[in-house]
């Protein structure tokens, strides 16, 4: 399946974050005020050593309601205390914490349990799942805690199972079940609980890859449906930017960088963030937008053959894109085309408007082109959904941006469109020879155009050239 995150973020509202983390400080050790004094002041965590450990330093953003906020980072980065602290397993040091408007920072013990039930789920990387208990009962704890009646609990929980891939293993044990259904039956369990925020804790990374893969397209798949506020935590960058609608990087107990996943790929932060990037599957993660470049031999319709000839010999190309109103993509004309309209006196270029070319929304990944760029001669052109011409993907273009090297040409533009092989003084006697013709055509009438024999002697041998290289 594809997933664009940026496409997927949810779209901004006047309601408050479902998530709120300002200047968060979580120390673990001696004389923590002093600690954070320190840090404020521009400590660094090695220098707080002697005092323990400086966890989460001076955390500080906003989650979106229904987007995956994914905080990535290595071991020790300080990413699993920051996602305790979030549903109040952890107290933090300094800072405070808002869900949904309610600070939970602080709060009563009684209090923050009514929060937890209400407001946050949790799924554990180790399943955490009730060894004597069936899969339905599992699924229903959550609404057991919360004194579901056992009708509905079980009605409910029935509901999700199915909806997790795992109907017909209710009354299974978990030791019956493999790693991939514990982690389903974890999943199931917070969805029954119907709270607004899941927190996911390296949720996927026990598991196998083929099945991890499995999991996190059935994450975003219920994501989707369902709207949830998911803080996903995992140390695997692949991942990170294949959910991620927006990713915060840790560091030493430091979020380094925060934003999409094409804001970190393409312009990272610092060397570390650089250093961690570079192994992406760069495929996976950029689009057709990331990489779409002006296109350069484009014409409106109403312009007519002797404008498309002309783009053609000014440019060098044997193709040129064609668009209508609004700059949407009609097709694309050919030069052995165009050169017949222009030799007949034909003044409207609808008869030869191809559609023999690939066209893809700005929205598909990069890993999606790779075969539409090797099985056509021409660009990949990139449209919006109103059909409107928003530029061109180069194949030299698209394996570059897969590369992570440099297009740069020493200011020629890259080449686009395949070149003509039809000889330019071809297009150029013919422009010349039917210039009456314009006149003609302008006051309505027809005109019958004679190319020049040299023109049409050199147009066949071309065309018996291209018919032999294709043959």
């Known amino acids: 399946m594809t997933h664009t995150p940026a496409a997927n973020a949810p779209i901004p509202t006047t309601e408050p974050p479902a998530l709120e983390v300002r200047n968060l400080f979580k120390f673990f050790g001696r004389r923590a005020g002093e600690a954070v004094s320190r840090l404020r002041a521009g400590a660094t965590r090695d220098e707080l050593a002697g005092l323990g450990t400086a966890a989460v330093i001076d955390a500080d953003f906003d989650v979106r309601r229904g987007e995956i906020f994914v905080v990535m980072g290595l071991s020790g980065s300080g990413k699993s205390t920051l996602i305790r602290t979030l549903n109040g397993l952890l107290e933090p040091t300094s800072g405070t914490i808002t869900v949904a408007g309610e600070r939970i920072s602080g709060i009563s013990p009684k209090r923050l349990r009514d929060v937890r039930r209400r407001r946050i789920s949790m799924v554990f990387q180790h399943f955490a799942l009730l060894p004597h208990r069936t899969v339905l009962d599992n699924a229903a704890y959550a609404l057991e805690v919360q004194g579901v009646p056992l009708a509905e609990r079980t009605e409910r929980a029935r509901t999700v199972l199915e909806r997790v891939g795992l109907a017909g293993w209710e ?80 560091r030493d107990g430091r ?15 610092d060397d570390y963030v650089a250093q961690f990037v570079q192994d992406v599957d760069r495929a996976r993660v950029l689009t057709a937008s990331n990489v779409v470049e002006q296109a350069r031999a484009v014409m409106s319709a109403s312009a007519g053959p002797r404008a498309a000839l002309r783009i053609m010999r000014d440019l060098q190309t044997s193709v040129v894109y064609v668009v209508g109103g609004g700059r949407r993509l009609l097709g694309v004309v050919r030069d052995r085309d165009v050169l017949k309209l222009v030799r007949n006196g034909v003044t409207t270029l609808d008869s030869a ?29 990139v449209v919006d959904d109103q059909q409107r011409l928003l530029g061109v993907v180069p194949r030299v273009t698209l394996l570059a941006a897969l590369g992570n090297v440099s297009t740069d040409t020493g200011g020629q533009p890259v080449i686009e469109l395949p070149h003509t092989t039809i000889p330019m003084d071809v297009f150029t006697e013919t422009l010349h020879s039917t210039a009456d013709g314009d006149a003609e055509s302008s006051a309505g009438h027809e005109a019958s155009v004679t190319v020049p024999a040299t023109g049409a002697a050199e147009l066949d041998e071309a065309d018996a050239t291209s018919e032999r290289s294709h043959a």
Request: glycine share 8%.
């Open 171 to 250: 009354d299974k044990l978990p030791d019956e079940l493999s790693g991939g259904m514990k982690q389903r039956v974890g999943l199931a369990r917070a969805l029954a609980a119907d709270t607004d925020i899941l927190l996911m804790d390296e949720a996927f990374s026990a598991l196998d890859p083929l099945i991890r893969r499995e999991m996190q397209e059935q994450l975003i798949e219920l994501q989707q449906e369902l709207g949830k506020t998911i803080v996903f935590i995992t140390h695997d960058l692949n991942e990170a930017m294949f959910l991620g609608d927006r990713i915060a990087v840790m």
């Open 255 to 269: 979020i380094v960088q925060l934003g999409t996943a094409e804001e970190i790929l393409t312009d990272p932060a």
């Open 353 to 381: 408007i191809g559609d023999d070319h690939p066209v893809v929304g700005p929205d598909e990944l990069l890993s999606d082109l790779l075969g539409t760029s090797v099985e056509s001669d021409l660009p990949i052109a």
